[in-house]
């Protein structure tokens, strides 16, 4: 059974997010991914079908939602991640599986009948929904991301800033490729298992804060 976890998603300025930075990283470790600089390049190819039924979903308030998606981190092809994203009533989980550049392109081709050879129950439900036919990558989605973590509750805290939109190429491993800015705000995102210790809800003012049902793939979305 999957091992559902909280989430919680708000829109935040340029000023709030230079607070929390600031907080944050005197008070918390950063994700070990993070690099010198503090924070790392994300780019997703995102999946949809005909009806752009994500997109609708999530307008609408669907409480069950499942998004696809294909991940890579600092322009490289070192680590690529085929992620299977659950929602359900403010509730998350996900799936992945690794794949190769190769098995990228092949997908974005529609040549993703290896998908359903694969181990992985990600992989077979891609190839399930692809197999229709309608189902298909739709757009790239980068930005910028800060993350740190306190293990005892394993909880994830993310700033993420500078959200851009390919529109509706999916050239996914051109690092030129022309991107549009797709908002102003940044997103600050909270993962955790059962509670949210005080001295980290503390830090983060979440009483001063406005909960929203952001989606970075809907506001990219928005331009085509």
Not at 38 to 44: K, M, P, Q
Not at 91 to 101: F, H, N, Q, R
Request: include cysteine.
């Amino acid at each position: 059974m999957p091992k559902y976890r909280h989430e919680i998603k708000m829109s935040i300025n340029d000023f709030d997010k230079a607070v929390l930075s600031s907080r944050l990283s005197h008070a918390l470790k950063r994700d070990k991914h993070a690099g010198e600089q503090g924070y790392y390049l994300i780019r997703s190819l995102y999946f949809d079908d005909y009806d752009d039924t994500a997109v609708t979903e999530k307008l609408t308030g669907v409480k069950y939602r499942e998004k696809f998606r294909i991940r890579t981190y600092n322009n490289s092809t070192e680590v690529i991640r085929l992620e299977k994203k659950v929602k359900n009533d403010g509730m998350g989980y996900k799936e992945s599986a690794s794949l190769t550049e190769d098995d990228c392109l092949r997908i974005i081709l529609g040549e993703y009948d290896f998908l359903k050879n694969r181990q992985e129950m990600v992989c077979k439900h891609l190839y399930t929904k692809m197999k229709t036919g309608l189902f298909k990558p739709k757009t790239i989605v980068d930005y910028t991301r800060e993350a740190y973590v306190w293990e005892p509750g394993r909880i994830r805290i993310t700033l993420d800033s500078d959200l851009r939109t390919g529109i509706a190429s999916t050239d996914f491993f051109n690092p030129n490729l022309p991107m549009a800015r797709a908002s102003d705000a940044s997103i600050l995102e909270i993962k955790y298992d059962s509670f949210l210790p005080s001295h980290i809800s503390n830090l983060l003012q979440l009483d001063s804060r406005r909960r929203a049902a952001i989606s970075k793939y809907v506001l990219c979305r928005s331009f085509g």
